[in-house]
């Protein structure tokens, strides 16, 4: 359920708009030309609200709704009252969360939290650094020397911009978040808090003490990636940090040193990845995964949520577990621990019921 107050430029779709945008089929009875200007879920949903249903879970919430239209399959046209309008479609949330990015674009990334359009008093940009036109700087952002932004890129309120870093076109970078030592494509989303290029976590250990090792390397984030709040990317000690092209990353997740991330990976909140560890295109990591040094996870492959890997996995696979192994496997051995508790908890129990007098 969006707010006036916090969600800008709604622009309100007719019934006909949102079938065309779809590909959806409104059932026979109801005027085209009736506008949506909000979404809800189905058991929140008011009259004028667009709700959706794909699941038998939700019948029941479909049946006392109050949206005034619900995107649904097939199997669920039946079970609206007669006051929705039911838009028949293949996928009901896709074409959903379709609609929402269509009534909603001012919530698709960040936007200024005090409305700036241009360079807002109380910036400070440093005058060796290069602005294209169409840059928006929030108050108390520093700008450093020789960095450069790209055209539609909006620098939220206390961001921090070091020194020669790039940054492309239509970005948008949160509030309080920090970029040193990094080039950053077009079209790259990062939300409030992040930490982006700063020093990776490098010493040599020994018994005199921990060397400090110089991290001489760079962040590259490529284009149409998203970095969740306060997550962080360090830069690299001898090589550059990678994130490659398209790739979504959760809030709270520490990137660390040298590590190569491919494209269109998904990474899922507090996860860690340890230094000079390579993902290849198309992998996800679940929540709370942690990744250790110098490993590859290979194309494709899929991490199941609080999962430690200690070592290569191969391509397309779906490994979990701690450490880390095949699913199939994992889940075999889970049954088999479950059943030697179960096991000995009979054994047990059947201790306590000795007579004590025997």
Not at 131 to 157: Q, Y
Not at 193 to 201: E, K, L, N, T, V
């Amino acid at each position: 359920m969006s707010d006036a107050k916090f969600v800008p430029d709604v622009a309100p779709l007719s019934l006909a708009e949102i079938a065309e945008l779809t590909g959806a089929v409104l059932a026979p009875g109801f005027d085209a030309g009736l506008r949506i200007a909000n979404i809800a879920a189905l058991d929140r949903a008011a009259p004028g609200d667009l709700s959706f249903i794909d699941s038998v879970k939700y019948v029941s919430q479909l049946r006392e709704t109050r949206a005034s239209a619900c995107l649904a399959g097939v199997r669920f046209e039946k079970q609206a009252p007669p006051h929705v309008a039911v838009l028949r479609v293949r996928e009901p949330y896709r074409a959903f969360i379709t609609v929402a990015r269509k009534l909603f674009p001012g919530m698709l990334r960040p936007t200024s939290v005090f409305a700036t359009t241009g360079i807002a008093p109380g910036a400070s940009v440093h005058p060796s650094a290069r602005l294209e036109a169409g840059v928006i700087v929030d108050p108390g952002v520093v700008i450093g020397p020789r960095a450069e932004i790209g055209s539609g890129t909006l620098i939220a309120a206390n961001a921090v911009i070091g020194p020669a870093v790039r940054i492309g076109r239509d970005c948008a970078v949160g509030a309080g978040t920090s970029i040193i030592h990094a080039l950053v494509g077009d079209r790259v989303i990062i939300h409030a808090g992040c930490r982006i290029g700063q020093d990776g976590f490098g010493f040599l250990m020994g018994a005199g003490g921990h060397l400090k090792v110089p991290q001489i390397g760079r962040v590259i984030i490529q284009d149409d990636v998203e970095i969740g709040a306060g997550s962080t990317i360090d830069r690299g000690a001898i090589r550059d940090t990678v994130i490659g092209e398209g790739t979504k990353i959760d809030n709270l997740v520490q990137i660390g040193h040298n590590v190569v991330i491919g494209r269109h990976c998904v990474i899922v909140a507090q996860t860690g990845i340890s230094g000079s560890s390579t993902l290849e295109d198309f992998v996800a990591l679940g929540a709370r995964v942690g990744v250790t040094n110098h490993v590859t996870i290979g194309e494709g492959a899929q991490i199941a949520a609080i999962s430690i890997v200690g070592g290569d996995v191969p391509p397309g696979a779906r490994w979990g577990g701690t450490p880390a192994k095949p699913v199939k496997q994992w889940l075999r051995e889970v049954k088999v621990l479950e059943h030697l508790a179960q096991n000995r908890r009979g054994s047990d129990d059947g201790d306590d019921e000795q007579d004590p007098a025997a």
